[in-house]
């Protein structure tokens, strides 16, 4: 049972990799060992030539035969476009790049593209319609508090956004495509997925902003139609229908393209302004005016029936604006919450924060519409920044002024005093409506891209695949239709107070993440992270991403919670799911950062006996013959070290380039298939000995190196083919089950990754004294030894709905030297030691049950006082098993007389075993000691046995070393024979 050189049959190890490179290779054919020659070729591939033949265009040098320019253009082109794309995103589709349309989609600038659109969705619904709720709630101070508040978390999350918006060419999807870019497609589909309700939410509120401005002016008795006149009717149902009209024209604008959007929004930045502008002039102008409270707020508080009869207001339905002056400074200094008229529910400093802090989230409204912008790496940051600080600007002149000239009664008591008090009213009003709609817009805009990235991801599945539908023009029709939907649902909310804790969240939320993203870009020391943005540090978004999960449990715990185990249950799902393209994660860079932290911390000097634990190193060659030994040493390793070994065999002179490159993600398919936890170590060499010789030094890192190597067993038998069985056996258990995952060469060309299997005439390029050679030189390099016979046999899908009980074999004797069979020693520890660990496996300790053998000669000592003894001796190394005693005095009698009747002195001979010239032992002896473990073995499993030393190339000893063993474990189920040289277990504490 071989396969090339440590493979039996289907299970063991072959090292030799009977597969000729491609390219211009000779293959030569050597007892069955084919070697590589590669011989030099005057086509030099291109640098572009390793990312793919079908990706265009390439990053090398150029098609030779191309002028001078052209070549240069190409180059330019291909380095900005095809090697960002292409190796960085591995092929994946890029988002808001659809050919020819892209180039017509990027029309706007920093101004009109970033600047206008988050200006316009922070000044949304607080400017005119909550920014005096807020004050006469709040208070001054409080006001000020929540102001440095909501804007420090701002800006922190303002300067990470600019940074990562900054290291790289930005596609479509806006903030969804920096974060999965820089987190991967894990976190970027999770929170991208929040983020996307985010947007929904927040312009679902908007709408609700613009209806309530609507009914308070002109519905019956509105504040601009007058007391008796007849108007809008007003009522839930009404509202929801003002809403849905409101919302349709939204999804008509956004149907015409973003780029109207964009447009649109430099004049209605400007007629805002100017709204502002006579707000801050009328604060100036108007004094002592009685307003009246909207019709309804029907429990309002009272005005002082004095100061009423003198300026002749009701005292029950109104309240008095008196102007500037200090008084009323002084009575807006101090919070005084009260119920909400809106929705009538108490109001404290965490509800209050949140309703002002989702009228500000519209930091991300530039980045949104990264897809239509001409340079978004240089406008993001510009026009973020830029837009915020005009807002925050604004809103600190407007706080004081309210505080100055607006009594507290009115503040809580009329959202909508403004309207009232200014030279001219509709101007209010026109601004109300103008920023509510614009930032209802730009959510809805900004959603369907951020839902249109995640489609053309596939991130879930088919489950978005409808969203991917566009015009010819690039307009993603069906994510804002998709988007539109949604809002429209979520208007069923109600009133704009109820929805801004649910935005506030979210938004909170979003912008941790974004946080974090940066932080993890800026601790991993990445080389490539070096953004243009420079004004940012580890601090900055650390204190953003602790400020906003701080204050996202302050504003509501329960919906925090929920919302982070939310986006948890979404990481697992995306995690589970698995991806085949790769965004360069930054789950990587903290593992590579962390690991080699901690790997520096592992010395091996101060390892101990008590903490040993097997580190394997699996010689394979051709693995379609070794899958169930691969599995099988995946339980052996308990938690410990595991590398699959593969030695080819060649000239490493005569190649033009490392002709291992391309088998290396063969292989790492080969143990995603096979899923086991293993790392993978290839090397080429001029013969097999020198192969090993190099896997055994070299792998492995720091205090991380196999202390253990594993080879599969010299034999004569055909090998199977294990990989194709298994692929079979997999597909008959998906048969009813259909996922939509785009399958990759490695699960569909698994088979051809790899040499077919060799024939039953074939040689496998070396003897069986070059195996024990080998054997012999690991020894030599103070390294335990595991051989493996037979594990072609082994089923685990069987031994699992078996119902009988099977048993793992330990027959800790070294049947080459019978004289030791009382005899402990450090290779007797180190067969019970792995034979306890892979007991210790949870699907084997379901089905077996551990036996430990030892033979006695019955004339010579009792049965029960040797099994008594192995009994105290298993106690004492905590291991728990059945022992079973053997007679085998009939054997050793034979030996005894076959050697010549002279036991004392073929005794004395037997104790240098096979290490002294001549014939050790009989075949005939070696036979016995083969049928006398298969008379034990009717419901064994997995048998192990004691593994004699090696012996040197003296006097053909290696030759009758390895024929000793062919007899021993002939026939035998699943056998692995072991030689420890250090010691594995411990009795002390």
Same mark, same amino acid.
């Given at each position: 049972?071989?396969?090339?050189?440590?493979?039996?049959?289907?299970?063991?190890?072959?090292?030799?990799?009977?597969?000729?490179?491609?390219?211009?290779?000779?293959?030569?054919?050597?007892?069955?060992?084919?070697?590589?020659?590669?011989?030099?070729?005057?086509?030099?591939?291109?640098?572009?030539?390793?990312?793919?033949?079908?990706?265009?265009?390439?990053?090398?040098?150029?098609?030779?035969?191309?002028?001078?320019?052209?070549?240069?253009?190409?180059?330019?082109?291909?380095?900005?476009?095809?090697?960002?794309?292409?190796?960085?995103?591995?092929?994946?589709?890029?988002?808001?790049?659809?050919?020819?349309?892209?180039?017509?989609?990027?029309?706007?600038?920093?101004?009109?593209?970033?600047?206008?659109?988050?200006?316009?969705?922070?000044?949304?619904?607080?400017?005119?319609?909550?920014?005096?709720?807020?004050?006469?709630?709040?208070?001054?101070?409080?006001?000020?508090?929540?102001?440095?508040?909501?804007?420090?978390?701002?800006?922190?999350?303002?300067?990470?956004?600019?940074?990562?918006?900054?290291?790289?060419?930005?596609?479509?999807?806006?903030?969804?495509?920096?974060?999965?870019?820089?987190?991967?497609?894990?976190?970027?589909?999770?929170?991208?997925?929040?983020?996307?309700?985010?947007?929904?939410?927040?312009?679902?509120?908007?709408?609700?902003?613009?209806?309530?401005?609507?009914?308070?002016?002109?519905?019956?008795?509105?504040?601009?139609?007058?007391?008796?006149?007849?108007?809008?009717?007003?009522?839930?149902?009404?509202?929801?229908?003002?809403?849905?009209?409101?919302?349709?024209?939204?999804?008509?604008?956004?149907?015409?393209?973003?780029?109207?959007?964009?447009?649109?929004?430099?004049?209605?930045?400007?007629?805002?302004?100017?709204?502002?502008?006579?707000?801050?002039?009328?604060?100036?102008?108007?004094?002592?005016?009685?307003?009246?409270?909207?019709?309804?707020?029907?429990?309002?508080?009272?005005?002082?029936?004095?100061?009423?009869?003198?300026?002749?207001?009701?005292?029950?339905?109104?309240?008095?604006?008196?102007?500037?002056?200090?008084?009323?400074?002084?009575?807006?200094?101090?919070?005084?919450?009260?119920?909400?008229?809106?929705?009538?529910?108490?109001?404290?400093?965490?509800?209050?924060?949140?309703?002002?802090?989702?009228?500000?989230?519209?930091?991300?409204?530039?980045?949104?519409?990264?897809?239509?912008?001409?340079?978004?790496?240089?406008?993001?940051?510009?026009?973020?920044?830029?837009?915020?600080?005009?807002?925050?600007?604004?809103?600190?002149?407007?706080?004081?002024?309210?505080?100055?000239?607006?009594?507290?009664?009115?503040?809580?008591?009329?959202?909508?005093?403004?309207?009232?008090?200014?030279?001219?009213?509709?101007?209010?009003?026109?601004?109300?409506?103008?920023?509510?709609?614009?930032?209802?817009?730009?959510?809805?805009?900004?959603?369907?891209?951020?839902?249109?990235?995640?489609?053309?991801?596939?991130?879930?599945?088919?489950?978005?695949?409808?969203?991917?539908?566009?015009?010819?023009?690039?307009?993603?029709?069906?994510?804002?239709?998709?988007?539109?939907?949604?809002?429209?649902?979520?208007?069923?909310?109600?009133?704009?107070?109820?929805?801004?804790?649910?935005?506030?969240?979210?938004?909170?939320?979003?912008?941790?993440?974004?946080?974090?993203?940066?932080?993890?870009?800026?601790?991993?020391?990445?080389?490539?992270?070096?953004?243009?943005?420079?004004?940012?540090?580890?601090?900055?978004?650390?204190?953003?991403?602790?400020?906003?999960?701080?204050?996202?449990?302050?504003?509501?715990?329960?919906?925090?919670?929920?919302?982070?185990?939310?986006?948890?249950?979404?990481?697992?799902?995306?995690?589970?799911?698995?991806?085949?393209?790769?965004?360069?994660?930054?789950?990587?860079?903290?593992?590579?950062?962390?690991?080699?932290?901690?790997?520096?911390?592992?010395?091996?000097?101060?390892?101990?006996?008590?903490?040993?634990?097997?580190?394997?190193?699996?010689?394979?060659?051709?693995?379609?013959?070794?899958?169930?030994?691969?599995?099988?040493?995946?339980?052996?390793?308990?938690?410990?070290?595991?590398?699959?070994?593969?030695?080819?065999?060649?000239?490493?002179?005569?190649?033009?380039?490392?002709?291992?490159?391309?088998?290396?993600?063969?292989?790492?398919?080969?143990?995603?298939?096979?899923?086991?936890?293993?790392?993978?170590?290839?090397?080429?060499?001029?013969?097999?000995?020198?192969?090993?010789?190099?896997?055994?030094?070299?792998?492995?890192?720091?205090?991380?190196?196999?202390? =253990?190597?594993?080879?599969? &067993?010299?034999?004569? $038998?055909?090998?199977?083919?294990?990989? #194709? %069985?298994?692929?079979? @056996?997999? *597909?008959?258990?998906?048969?009813?089950?259909?996922?939509?995952?785009?399958?990759?060469?490695?699960?569909?060309?698994?088979?051809?990754?790899?040499?077919?299997?060799?024939?039953?005439?074939?040689?496998?390029?070396?003897?069986?004294?070059?195996?024990?050679?080998?054997?012999?030189?690991?020894?030599?390099?103070?390294?335990?030894?595991?051989?493996?016979?037979?594990?072609?046999?082994?089923?685990?899908?069987?031994?699992?709905?078996?119902?009988?009980?099977?048993?793992?074999?330990?027959?800790?004797?070294?049947?080459?030297?019978?004289?030791?069979?009382?005899?402990?020693?450090?290779?007797?520890?180190?067969?019970?030691?792995?034979?306890?660990?892979?007991?210790?496996?949870?699907?084997?300790?379901?089905? =077996?049950?551990?036996?430990? &053998?030892?033979?006695? $000669?019955?004339?010579?000592?009792?049965? #029960? %006082?040797?099994?008594? @003894?192995? *009994?105290?001796?298993?106690?004492?190394?905590?291991?728990?098993?059945?022992?079973?005693?053997?007679?085998?005095?009939?054997?050793?009698?034979?030996?005894?007389?076959?050697?010549?009747?002279?036991?004392?002195?073929?005794?004395?001979?037997?104790?240098?075993?096979?290490?002294?010239?001549?014939?050790?032992?009989?075949?005939?002896?070696?036979?016995?000691?083969?049928?006398?473990?298969?008379?034990?073995?009717?419901?064994?499993?997995?048998?192990?046995?004691?593994?004699?030393?090696?012996?040197?190339?003296?006097?053909?000893?290696?030759?009758?070393?390895?024929?000793?063993?062919?007899?021993?474990?002939?026939?035998?189920?699943?056998?692995?024979?072991?030689?420890?040289?250090?010691?594995?277990?411990?009795?002390?504490?």
């Amino acid at each position: 049972m071989a396969e090339n050189l440590l493979s039996p049959t289907g299970s063991n190890m072959l090292l030799v990799d009977p597969s000729s490179p491609t390219g211009h290779n000779h293959h030569n054919s050597y007892l069955g060992v084919e070697t590589s020659a590669q011989t030099f070729s005057e086509d030099v591939p291109l640098l572009g030539d390793r990312i793919g033949e079908d990706e265009a265009p390439s990053c090398g040098r150029g098609d030779r035969q191309k002028s001078d320019a052209l070549v240069d253009y190409e180059f330019r082109w291909s380095l900005s476009m095809s090697c960002q794309n292409s190796s960085v995103d591995g092929g994946a589709p890029q988002v808001g790049v659809e050919g020819g349309a892209a180039a017509t989609r990027r029309t706007l600038g920093t101004f009109a593209g970033v600047f206008c659109p988050v200006a316009l969705s922070m000044f949304s619904t607080l400017l005119f319609l909550r920014l005096g709720m807020v004050l006469g709630q709040a208070g001054f101070i409080q006001t000020l508090v929540m102001f440095f508040l909501a804007y420090a978390i701002l800006f922190m999350t303002i300067l990470s956004i600019c940074a990562i918006s900054t290291n790289g060419a930005i596609e479509g999807g806006g903030a969804y495509f920096m974060i999965s870019r820089a987190l991967g497609p894990e976190f970027g589909g999770s929170i991208g997925l929040l983020f996307f309700f985010a947007q929904v939410v927040s312009c679902a509120m908007y709408i609700s902003g613009f209806v309530e401005a609507l009914t308070n002016n002109f519905g019956e008795s509105g504040t601009l139609l007058g007391h008796g006149m007849p108007g809008l009717p007003v009522g839930f149902w009404w509202r929801y229908l003002y809403a849905t009209l409101i919302l349709a024209f939204c999804l008509m604008v956004s149907l015409i393209g973003g780029h109207m959007y964009g447009k649109t929004n430099v004049f209605t930045l400007l007629v805002l302004v100017v709204c502002t502008f006579f707000v801050i002039i009328s604060t100036f102008v108007k004094k002592n005016l009685c307003v009246d409270y909207p019709k309804e707020n029907t429990n309002p508080p009272q005005m002082d029936a004095a100061v009423a009869e003198l300026h002749n207001c009701s005292q029950n339905w109104s309240a008095l604006y008196p102007g500037m002056n200090g008084h009323t400074f002084l009575g807006n200094v101090y919070a005084g919450y009260m119920n909400d008229y809106t929705s009538s529910s108490g109001m404290s400093f965490p509800t209050v924060f949140a309703i002002l802090f989702s009228s500000v989230t519209g930091i991300m409204n530039g980045a949104n519409m990264s897809g239509e912008l001409k340079d978004p790496t240089k406008s993001i940051p510009k026009g973020t920044l830029m837009a915020t600080c005009f807002t925050l600007s604004v809103y600190i002149v407007l706080t004081i002024l309210f505080a100055c000239s607006a009594d507290r009664n009115l503040l809580v008591g009329n959202y909508t005093f403004m309207i009232q008090v200014n030279l001219w009213p509709p101007f209010v009003v026109i601004g109300i409506f103008a920023a509510t709609l614009s930032a209802a817009l730009g959510n809805l805009i900004g959603g369907s891209r951020i839902l249109l990235a995640l489609a053309k991801d596939e991130l879930y599945w088919i489950f978005l695949k409808p969203a991917t539908f566009m015009t010819k023009s690039g307009n993603p029709i069906a994510s804002v239709m998709i988007t539109w939907f949604l809002v429209q649902l979520v208007l069923l909310t109600g009133s704009l107070n109820s929805i801004a804790n649910m935005c506030s969240e979210l938004f909170l939320l979003s912008y941790a993440t974004t946080n974090l993203a940066c932080l993890a870009l800026d601790l991993t020391s990445a080389p490539n992270f070096r953004p243009i943005f420079r004004y940012f540090s580890s601090y900055t978004a650390f204190i953003g991403m602790v400020g906003s999960l701080t204050m996202c449990f302050v504003v509501n715990a329960k919906q925090a919670s929920i919302a982070i185990a939310v986006l948890f249950v979404l990481l697992l799902v995306l995690h589970l799911r698995g991806f085949e393209k790769s965004w360069g994660s930054i789950s990587q860079a903290l593992i590579f950062h962390q690991v080699r932290k901690y790997l520096l911390l592992l010395d091996s000097r101060k390892d101990h006996i008590k903490f040993w634990r097997p580190q394997m190193l699996l010689m394979v060659s051709n693995p379609r013959s070794c899958c169930q030994l691969i599995d099988f040493v995946n339980d052996l390793k308990k938690s410990g070290l595991y590398i699959l070994g593969h030695v080819r065999v060649g000239d490493f002179d005569w190649e033009n380039e490392d002709p291992l490159i391309d088998d290396y993600p063969k292989w790492l398919g080969l143990v995603d298939h096979l899923k086991v936890k293993a790392f993978i170590e290839l090397t080429m060499a001029r013969s097999i000995r020198e192969g090993i010789h190099h896997l055994i030094r070299v792998s492995g890192l720091g205090g991380m190196k196999p202390n =253990t190597i594993c080879f599969g &067993f010299y034999d004569n $038998e055909q090998p199977s083919d294990a990989l #194709a %069985r298994l692929q079979q @056996k997999m *597909a008959a258990r998906k048969r009813f089950i259909k996922l939509y995952t785009s399958e990759t060469p490695e699960n569909t060309e698994l088979l051809s990754n790899f040499a077919s299997l060799r024939p039953s005439d074939g040689s496998r390029g070396f003897n069986g004294q070059e195996y024990v050679q080998m054997v012999y030189d690991t020894l030599k390099l103070n390294k335990n030894v595991c051989l493996f016979r037979n594990f072609h046999v082994l089923d685990k899908d069987a031994l699992s709905a078996t119902r009988r009980t099977m048993y793992i074999d330990v027959w800790p004797i070294n049947f080459f030297q019978p004289e030791s069979a009382n005899h402990f020693d450090n290779t007797c520890l180190f067969v019970l030691q792995l034979a306890c660990v892979l007991h210790m496996v949870p699907s084997w300790k379901r089905k =077996t049950k551990l036996r430990v &053998f030892t033979c006695i $000669e019955e004339q010579r000592e009792e049965r #029960a %006082r040797k099994e008594k @003894k192995l *009994a105290e001796f298993m106690k004492i190394l905590r291991i728990r098993g059945e022992i079973k005693v053997v007679g085998w005095e009939h054997i050793l009698r034979s030996l005894h007389q076959s050697l010549g009747g002279q036991p004392n002195l073929e005794m004395e001979m037997l104790a240098s075993g096979v290490h002294e010239p001549g014939e050790p032992l009989p075949d005939e002896y070696l036979m016995k000691i083969n049928g006398m473990i298969k008379d034990h073995c009717e419901e064994t499993a997995v048998v192990f046995l004691y593994l004699p030393k090696a012996p040197r190339n003296e006097n053909n000893q290696q030759e009758t070393y390895l024929r000793k063993l062919q007899l021993m474990s002939h026939e035998l189920p699943p056998t692995v024979l072991v030689h420890g040289l250090q010691p594995v277990t411990s009795t002390a504490l």
